[in-house]
T-cell receptor, first 111, second 115 residues
Framework: GNSVTQMEGPVTLSEEAFLTINCTYT??????LFWYVQYPGEGLQLLLK?????DKGSNKGFEATYRKETTSFHLEKGSVQVSDSAVYFC??????????FGTGTRLQVFP | DVKVTQSSRYLVKRTGEKVFLECVQD?????MFWYRQDPGLGLRLIYF???????EKGDIPEGYSVSREKKERFSLILESASTNQTSMYLC??????????????FGPGTRLTVL
């Protein structure tokens, strides 16, 4: 079946460091891919998405490229801030109305 | 702005109680979802609904039921709460519009503790 695997956390970085959170997926067909972010005490909100191979999603300085050849959708940011501390979820939609989520990766950024 | 609201942010119940979690969305979305979120397990789908009075089981429906009498409201019911249902419960909605590629909009969550 379809699944999403993302790196375990926590990921701990200093402010202005480079961030990568790995995400790989297993799916039949051509899924859409998403990154959601959950700030402390809040629900999830969409960070970015990509709907076909080689698409790059971007928002708030975060980027992820849909790589069909490696079945990956890694999240990157060039310079993290303390305010980026949150839990990040990778997800896929296999063109049904449901999303399949990874287990989440906690990011902690220290000044 | 899409808004999904949940009736409580924190709830404490006793084992065996019947528990109702309410979710309301204001964007006329057809689809609504209930998830539970547990550390190390991510989000797991409990139930979802494509339309009023329609419901489908997700991955972990045991011990739960749902009700959707109006388009904007989707209720999760724990018939007899147990301690292993202590969790964060998240409601989400999405339009039945493939042009948005199934983006879901989430409520703030209800942290339920069953004693």
């Amino acid at each position: 079946g379809n699944s999403v695997t993302q790196m375990e956390g926590p990921v701990t970085l200093s402010e202005e460091a480079f961030l990568t959170i790995n995400c790989t997926y297993t799916a039949t067909g051509y899924p859409s891919l998403f990154w959601y972010v959950q700030y402390p005490g809040e629900g999830l909100q969409l960070l970015l998405k990509a709907t076909k191979a080689d698409d790059k999603g971007s928002n708030k300085g975060f980027e992820a490229t849909y790589r069909k050849e490696t079945t990956s959708f890694h999240l990157e940011k060039g310079s993290v801030q303390v305010s980026d501390s949150a839990v990040y979820f990778c997800a896929l939609s296999d063109n049904t109305d449901k999303l399949i989520f990874g287990t989440g990766t906690r990011l902690q950024v220290f000044p | 702005d899409v808004k999904v609201t949940q009736s409580s942010r924190y709830l404490v119940k006793r084992t065996g109680e019947k528990v109702f979690l309410e979710c309301v969305q204001d964007m006329d979305h057809e689809n609504m979802f209930w998830y539970r979120q547990d550390p190390g397990l991510g989000l797991r789908l409990i139930y979802f609904s494509y339309d009023v009075k329609m419901k489908e089981k997700g991955d972990i429906p045991e011990g739960y039921s749902v009700s959707r009498e109006k388009k904007e409201r989707f209720s999760l019911i724990l018939e007899s709460a147990s301690t292993n249902q202590t969790s964060m419960y998240l409601c989400a909605s999405s339009p039945n519009d493939r042009t948005v590629f199934n983006e879901q909009f989430f409520g703030p969550g209800t942290r339920l503790t069953v004693l």
